[in-house]
């Protein structure tokens, strides 16, 4: 065979090879819009700054550990996409005015911010616990009053909008099809079960009773004080138009991401691309990301099983916030999850096989400082590129911990070599936001410090490091820097 012959050949499994790891550098992910995985390409035509949109809490309860999930699954996207080199804009709205928050209202006569209000700071308290990053922008519902009738007053004008007899402002279904627009983008409807004419008030429905649903509601006696001035009277929003109305104004009428639990899909998901492309005439979203559901020891959580944990019930009982985010981070974001006690002291375990190596490896690396090693982070890499594939990616860290292991217990591990590993760790770390164990007794709202302490000194923001310390010494603890991490003690 001749030279040419194998230099052809070379070449062209060269140029395969080249495009195999192209592609394996992409992200992909599974577009509800779509049903399908995708390659994820940004709207901004320079690849880098990206729109994501994630639903946030209803203020009327403490969020459960199933909303948990929810959010620890949009900072995990948030983390990934950053850790990727994009400029994330994140999103996340607090729903303050809607059917289930104005029955808590009515039931505990308290003025409506002062009800929510609790229920938002707690939130925001178990979001640190979590470690999860803060979003960019944190709009209320009732602070978007003007935006929501705007966008109202557009759909009117295009004629998909109307005002029923009850005094309520619908969408109209029928008309938005007649405009060309297709209704059931995330969900196949079959509209010969529809019925036509039929109108729903609530703001959630089954898609059995598919029907024009409310943007604006009429004032009636149970909304109390609820109420804002409209062009059609008296009333409050539908929770729908909320989100169409805070996503756009703050991100622009087309965007990258949307996310939230799956149970959102229908109808609250596919009300906001119909009202935001009945409004705006263009593309809303370019991918749906929907995370499903979390049960409890094989059962949907409900009150009266026993089986309903909110994130304090979990810390009461001794676990900490590091422990539940990895525990809800062990499954791939489409699997149902089945959340267990016995789940929890999994975790635990697990993060001590972790800290030891990690702890272990600090030692060895002394002060030393080198690149990190690529191996992890390759592997890491190329498990949630596909999908989010979050398994794999710990199938790749405990992988590295075994090596690492085998290495510094045959005294084979140069100080260098340790130290790129810990740059590895680290580097990876900034995904799972796992951190170092602390170990106290402290409060969880002082561990989060703590963590936001350790990042602060990753990201040489001693200033910052420092005043945190110094925040934590005015509340009585003073830090010890020790091989294994963080240790907090009382003064
Ligand atoms: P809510 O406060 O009810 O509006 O819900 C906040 C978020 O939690 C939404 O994205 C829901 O889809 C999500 N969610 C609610 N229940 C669960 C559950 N059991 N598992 C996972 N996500 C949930
Ligand atoms: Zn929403």
């Known amino acids: 065979m001749s030279n040419n012959f194998w230099h052809q050949r070379f070449d062209f499994l060269f140029a395969r090879c080249a495009l195999i790891c192209a592609d394996e550098m992409a992200l992909k992910l599974f577009n509800t819009l779509s049903r399908s995985i995708q390659e994820f390409t940004p709207l901004d035509p320079a690849g880098k700054t990206i729109g994501m949109y994630c639903c946030g809490p209803t203020v009327y309860d403490f969020a459960h550990i199933g909303n948990w999930r929810t959010f620890v699954f949009a900072d995990l996207v948030r983390r990934y996409l950053e850790f990727k080199g994009h400029a994330v804009t994140h999103v996340m709205n607090i729903t303050d005015v809607e059917d289930k928050i104005i029955k808590g209202v009515r039931e505990t006569k308290k003025p409506l911010h002062e009800f929510t209000g609790q229920y938002e700071a707690a939130f925001f308290e178990d979001l640190k616990a979590l470690n999860c990053r803060e979003p960019h922008h944190k709009p209320h519902a009732t602070e978007y009053i003007p935006q929501i009738i705007a966008l109202i007053e557009k759909l009117m004008a295009r004629g998909v909008a109307y005002q029923a007899a009850d005094g309520s402002v619908y969408f109209s279904i029928e008309k938005y099809r007649a405009a060309g627009h297709t209704y059931g983008r995330l969900l196949k409807l079959n509209f010969d079960e529809l019925r036509p004419g039929e109108r729903v008030k609530n703001d959630e429905y ?19 004080e609820v109420a ?12 729908h138009i909320e989100c169409s109305a805070m996503s756009m104004k703050i991100l622009g009428q087309s965007f990258d991401l949307h996310l939230g639990g799956e149970d959102l899909i229908f109808p609250h998901h596919e009300d906001e691309i119909a009202q935001s492309e009945g409004a705006t005439g ?6 749906w990301l929907h995370g499903a559901f979390l049960l409890v020891e094989g059962k949907k959580m409900s009150k009266s099983l026993g089986n309903f944990f909110t994130l304090r019930d979990l810390l009461a009982k001794g676990f900490t916030g590091r422990e539940i ?88 591990m140069m100080a260098a070599e340790a130290a790129s590993a810990l740059a590895a760790w680290e580097k990876i770390d900034s995904v799972l936001g796992i951190g170092l164990a602390v170990e106290s007794e402290a409060p969880p709202e002082l561990q989060a410090l703590i963590l936001e302490r350790q990042r602060a000194r990753q990201a040489k923001d001693f200033k910052r490091a420092d005043a945190i310390r110094d925040e934590l010494k005015s509340k009585g603890w003073v830090i010890e820097d020790t091989v294994k991490g963080a240790k907090l003690k009382k003064l």
């Open 228 to 239: 804002w001035d409209s062009p059609w009277g008296k009333g409050r929003p539908g929770w």
């Open 206 to 224: 089954a898609k059995e009773s598919v029907a024009d649903f409310a943007l604006w509601k009429a004032h009636t006696p149970e909304d109390g």
């Open 325 to 412: 985010r990895y525990l809800l981070l062990t499954a791939h974001y489409r699997e149902t999850f089945n959340f267990t006690l016995d789940g929890l002291q999994g975790a635990r375990t697990a993060l001590a096989r972790i800290d030891e190596c990690v702890g272990k490896l600090r030692e060895r690396a002394g002060g030393t400082a080198a690149a990190p090693d690529t191996e992890l982070a390759n592997a890491f890499t190329a498990a949630l590129d596909n999908d989010l594939n979050i398994s794999a990616a710990w199938g790749a860290v405990f992988e590295w911990v075994r090596k690492m292991n085998r290495s510094l217990a045959a005294g084979a």
């Open 282 to 287: 263009q593309s809303f979203v370019k991918y």
